[in-house]
């Protein structure tokens, strides 16, 4: 059984691949000659793809299976990778290639993160669920790396920016194979779901309220990676010692806290590491927020910690109120990741008008919305 789980392992490894977008972005910019609000567009075609794909991937997954539209999304992630690696595309061409890796990458997520429930023991799942997620923020750090690596190799340098491409490509097209050779049982509901059978999960207050907070938990996580950096130059530190100690800081804690969580979901409940994580990331980014620079180092440590679990928490426990509609709920949950798109505006807006660390009651009321979430009970949603 646990041999079945190595597979979907490697496609939440490959979907952090999609977060290097965003480093190369420069690269980019500098090929085409664009200006910075035009190479955004890179990550920027990845996370629409989120908003736009999500619900009719689960709807897909539905009919076809989750495993079916694991294949698709890795298929897809091919394609778009193969072509920046066989020759320079033009810029119209290469938006149309990383919206294409955005659209494989939200099938993976859609179909990767209730699949887990397939392949897992009786009881792993959230567990298994945690250290997926912090598999999948291996993969995000070690893309940025990997960038810069392979392009630095003479067999890849002529490449430029494309040096990371080939890579890609094969450990996707691995992926494909491994994939494919897996049997999985797949929980299935007895009538294929419709657009409306979906959306009508939102009428009931415990899905409703769970995709609410995975919209509130990413917009959070955002506006840290966006705002940690200039909050402590504020503080007096210089542009590296601000990088390297707030956003970078705050995601090697995320991925070393997603990897713990597998470990301590062994010795408690889903429901209490929930808890436990919320009231964490209120703590720490209320710290935050009062601007005493001592303790902002400690602050971004136990945000890192608190952030961690609360997607593979929060997703799990809601699947396990209604199993036979996991493909649903995943479309729904993946949609609201739209959240860090939307945020971080609020939260520019405060630190325009000044506010300083005080605008960082956006992540505060973001994470005392997931606390008294956690604070209610499991219970099974009520059948039509």
């Known amino acids: 059984m646990r041999f079945k789980t190595l597979p979907i392992f490697l496609a939440f490894f490959l979907m952090g691949l999609a977060d290097a977008m965003g ?9 085409y000659e664009l200006s910075n609000l035009v190479a955004t567009l890179l990550p920027f075609f990845v996370f629409i793809a989120f908003a736009i ?23 897809l992630n091919a394609l778009a990778l193969l072509v920046p690696s066989l020759q320079m595309p033009s810029f119209a061409l290469l938006l149309g290639c990383i919206f294409i890796l955005g659209i494989g990458t939200t ?28 598999i999948k923020g291996i993969g995000s750090t070690l893309s940025t790396y990997v960038v810069t690596t392979m392009t630095g190799l003479a067999l890849f340098a002529g490449m430029g920016w494309r040096g990371a491409f080939p890579m890609f490509f094969v450990l996707m097209a691995l992926a494909f194979l491994f994939v494919a050779t897996m049997k999985i049982q797949e929980a299935k509901a007895d009538k294929p779901p419709s657009l409306e059978s979906c959306l009508s999960l939102l009428k009931e207050p ?8 995975i919209f509130l938990y990413v917009g959070a996580e955002s506006c840290m990676g966006r705002f940690l950096s200039p909050t402590l130059q504020s503080f007096g530190m210089d542009v590296k010692a601000a990088s390297k100690w707030g956003p970078t800081l705050f995601l090697l804690m995320l991925t070393i806290g997603r ?8 010795v408690m409940s ?82 325009d008008l000044k506010w300083g660390p005080m605008a960082f009651i956006v992540p505060v009321a973001c994470f005392l919305y997931l606390l008294v979430l956690s604070l209610g009970k499991d219970r099974k949603a009520q059948t039509a």
Do not use: H
């Not at 480093?23 to 090929?31: A, E, F, I, L």
């Not at 990897?259 to 062994?266: D, E, M, P, T």
């Open 206 to 213: 415990v899905f409703l309220f769970a995709v609410i907070g």
């Open 53 to 75: 794909f999500s619900i009719p991937g689960g709807l897909l997954a539905a009919r076809i299976g989750k495993k079916k539209l694991l294949l698709l999304g890795l298929g």
């Open 259 to 266: 990897i713990l969580g597998g470990a301590i979901l062994a």
């Open 23 to 31: 480093p190369m972005s420069d690269g980019v910019k500098k090929q």
């Open 270 to 351: 889903p429901r209490s590491c929930f808890r436990l994580s919320a009231l964490l990331g209120v703590l720490s980014a209320a710290v935050l927020m009062t601007g005493v620079s001592s303790l902002a180092i400690p602050a971004v440590i136990a945000a890192g910690l608190g952030f961690a679990n609360i997607w593979p928490m929060l997703f799990s426990i809601t699947i396990e109120n209604k199993p036979e509609c996991a493909n649903e709920l995943s479309g729904l949950m993946c949609m609201a990741i739209s959240g860090g798109a939307i945020l971080p505006l609020l939260m520019a807006q405060l630190v």
């Open 107 to 134: 099938f993976l997520q859609v179909a990767g993160n209730p699949i887990m429930r397939d392949v897992s023991p009786e009881g792993a799942y959230s567990r298994n669920l945690s250290f997926a997620q912090g």
